[in-house]
């Protein structure tokens, strides 16, 4: 999902199915999402998974991120 508010791209959930990853899924949904977003600032929030892919499209850390889940 991409959301485009105040000038900024955010991008949310994106994921590959385990059966379908290094096989240059994500970077094409990512770059099909990127297309027509080309000259805003963009942001994400990455799995230690994707975080090669991120970097690999320009991105770098701008902050750490927490997930909390209740037991």
Do not use: C, N, Q
């Amino acid at each position: 999902m991409s959301v485009l508010a105040d000038g900024v791209a955010s991008h949310y959930w994106i994921a590959t199915s385990s059966a379908f990853r290094s096989r240059g899924v994500g970077r094409a949904v990512m770059l099909g999402a990127l297309a027509h977003l080309a000259d805003l600032p963009a942001t994400l929030t990455a799995s230690k998974l994707g975080r090669p892919l991120y970097e690999s499209l320009g991105y770098t850390v701008a902050a750490p991120s927490t997930w909390w889940a209740s037991s």
